[in-house]
């Protein structure tokens, strides 16, 4: 008997403690589906180009020059020839270099550019982007 005066006297004070912590679930709060697209501007799925930069990297070259490579992927089922634009920035100043390639379709093909800049200035603070088309 005292057993069991005990645990219905615990099952009252565990409920009375919870019971502002769970008066309620939390709900749901903004939109639950997309706006619609205006009447006069229908929305555009942009195109998903065949061709992607797979991975780059950069090294010292040849006589410390910096030298950016890299893979580019082609996910079409077309052969397609990629332009690969590499902006290589240092102090805020520009350095562009471009090569040509193609990669069948698939398939993932490397490429490679050496800038005229050596690679110790570009290392303290430098920054690259890497650009396919």
């Known amino acids: 008997m005292e057993r069991r005066t005990v645990l219905g006297g615990a099952g009252v004070s565990i409920t009375a403690l919870l019971g502002g912590c769970l008066g309620a679930f939390p709900s749901a709060t903004g939109p639950r589906n997309p706006p619609d697209a205006p009447a006069d501007q229908p929305r555009r799925t942009p195109e998903q180009s065949d ?17 950016v490579f890299g893979t580019v992927e082609n996910r079409g089922d077309a052969q397609r020839t990629a332009t690969v634009t590499v902006t290589a920035r240092i102090d805020g100043e520009p350095f562009v270099r471009e090569t040509s390639l193609a990669a069948d379709p698939g398939e993932t093909a490397e490429w490679s550019v050496t800038f005229d800049l050596p690679y110790e200035e570009f290392a303290s603070g430098g920054t690259l982007s890497v650009d396919v088309g």
């Open 51 to 67: 061709l992607v930069v797979g991975t780059f990297d950069f090294e010292a070259g040849e006589e410390g020059a910096l030298r």
